[in-house]
């Protein structure tokens, strides 16, 4: 579906390379198109087209171009909001470096996942305690660890089937020694990633 200021327009679109990183879909008018004039297009979710599996993040570039003489990209996309799964926040209870602690990480991800769906968290320079305790939302049993890997990659699945929310999901670990240099402020290498179809 298309429109130009509000008006329904109808385009003949191509997908070029959907199972590669440089995919591409081309828009062709089938009449001319008024100038000047907002052009929106939308995607629907029968076309099949799927985000990426790491999800989209507001800084991500989805770049617009054309032939058309006179048309102009500059502002095309303003901005990508959040698809998929995308981490929003973390917090912890520690206030210095080698300390057990509590570790509360925040995602979206809008969508139904299935059992045995599996969440990956990179947790750098973290030490596994002896007992850990996980915690999805307010349910202690809605995921449970499968692994902590020597590259300090926590892996978690769910127990059941279940619908996240948009308004977002605290992901609560408990049971970890933090780095011994501590956690600076804005860090970025945490990671989430996920399986889930």
């Not at 912890?92 to 299935?114: H, I, Q």
């Not at 902590?148 to 670990?173: A, I, K, M, N, P």
């Amino acid at each position: 579906a298309s429109t130009v200021d509000g008006t329904d327009f109808n385009f003949n679109c191509t997908l070029y390379g959907s199972s590669t990183k440089e995919a591409r879909i081309d828009f062709v008018p089938l009449r001319d198109l008024p100038s000047p004039g907002a052009l929106v297009l939308t995607i629907p979710r029968k076309s099949g087209l799927t985000a990426p599996r790491r999800g989209l993040r507001p800084s991500d570039v989805l770049p617009v171009s054309g032939d058309a003489p006179g048309f102009e990209f500059g502002n095309a996309v303003p901005e990508t909001p959040c698809a998929g799964l995308c981490a929003t926040s973390y917090a912890w209870s520690a206030s210095r470096g080698n300390e057990t602690l509590t570790a509360s990480l925040k995602f979206l991800y809008v969508g139904s996942v299935s059992k045995g769906d599996a969440l990956r968290v990179t947790l750098p320079g973290f030490k596994r305690e002896a007992e850990l305790i996980v915690k999805l939302g307010d349910s202690p049993t809605a995921v449970q660890v499968q692994s902590w890997s020597y590259d300090d990659v926590l892996t978690l699945v769910f127990t059941s089937s279940q619908s996240l929310t948009e308004t977002g999901t605290t992901l609560q670990l408990t049971g970890f020694r933090g780095p011994t240099r501590g956690i600076v402020e804005n860090q970025r290498n945490f990671t989430l990633q996920y399986n889930i179809s």
